[in-house]
């Protein structure tokens, strides 16, 4: 696929949905069921994803927000203007609007998973800055980072804010980053927000807010499963659970049976115990010092760091 299509949109990947539904009927048949994160972003998961950004207790985004608002002629003048700013996990694509006016990209190039959230979100942008050519990629990246030739492959600046390679084991992160090292070019580099370590506390309310936000975008996925598999899981049989788990330096996600269930899905059946659970994400949290240990390994050598006066939250920009 080597022309930029008029649409301003692409969707890169057949979604297989055979593929999908071997993927999620394993994980659903392995002794310690388990679902990708990737399964929580339908239309309506990546809605949900946006008000949790807004609880109070998900300090992620006000944090990292605060950082680029308090450094910002810093982080520009390290990662460079007029570039080529390719977006990971757009979603809405606000974070990278914002930085629309002082980064002054020449091409904006958001890429999501959840194909029909982001074309909404790209049509929008499109007519609120006519002058950065703008093509949203509809592709799982995680499988992937194999770019459409029409995008320039000088001043390649990757933008991987909110902390999303967090939702990666650190070898799957390892690889994604290397990928992105490679995919950067000697000219490009990585501007990357990342959550750190804290009290056991806070991360456990910021993954399980009052007000059930967070146990709603949970509970989703499993109406976006009936969707996928024509399973028939009934999301009043389940409960959320997410808690701090510091022997693997993660926060888990898992949806818990309220009691005994039986599930039905195209191919498949499991009997679920009370309390028995899937597991539906993990979030990494990292050090500072870790996480350019990560940075070094993927074969970024050198980065500059920004936090806040707290440290709960860390931005970087790696260059190759
Ligand atoms: C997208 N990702 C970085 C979020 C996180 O914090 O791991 C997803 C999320 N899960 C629960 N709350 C937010």
């Known amino acids: ?25 394993e994980g659903l048949l392995a002794p310690q069921a ?20 807004e609880l109070p207790e998900y300090y992620p985004t006000r944090t990292e927000a605060a950082i680029f608002d308090t450094h910002l002629s810093d982080i520009v003048e390290s990662a460079g203007q007029g570039g080529v700013l390719i977006d990971l996990g757009a979603g809405n694509c606000a974070k990278a609007a914002r930085l629309f006016p002082v980064l002054r990209p020449r091409d904006y190039v958001p890429v999501d998973i959840s194909v029909d959230f982001l074309r909404g979100a ?98 989703n996925l499993l109406r976006h499963l009936n969707g996928l598999l024509g399973a028939d899981f009934d999301v009043r049989d389940w409960r959320h659970r997410a808690f701090w788990n510091p022997a693997q330096g993660r926060v888990e996600m898992h949806l818990e049976a309220r009691r005994h269930v039986v599930v039905r899905w195209q191919g498949g059946q499991r009997h679920f115990r009370e309390g028995e659970r899937i597991h539906t994400e993990n979030s990494y949290k990292y050090t500072r010092q870790g996480f350019l240990q990560l940075l070094e390994r993927a074969g970024f050598p050198a980065a500059r760091t920004w936090t806040d006066e707290r440290e709960w939250f860390l931005v970087c920009h790696a260059r190759a």
């Open 1 to 25: 696929i080597a022309e930029r299509p008029t649409a301003g949109f692409l969707q890169l990947y057949q979604k297989d949905d055979d593929a999908l539904r071997t993927e999620l009927s």
């Open 34 to 53: 388990a679902t990708s994160p990737k399964f929580l972003y339908d239309a309506l998961g990546s809605k949900l994803f946006e008000a949790i950004c």
């Open 122 to 219: 790209v049509e929008g942008l499109r007519q609120r800055f006519p002058r950065i050519r703008m093509t949203g990629l509809g592709m799982d990246f995680s499988r992937s980072l194999a770019l459409p030739a029409f995008v320039p492959e000088d001043g390649r600046l990757f933008f991987y804010p909110g902390s999303s390679i967090g939702n990666f084991a650190p070898e799957q992160a390892l690889s994604l980053l290397t990928a992105m090292r490679t995919a950067c070019g000697d000219d490009g580099g990585l501007l990357i927000g990342v959550d750190l370590a804290k009290d056991a506390r806070l991360l456990n309310a910021a993954y399980d807010d009052a007000l059930g936000v967070t146990a709603s975008f949970n509970l």
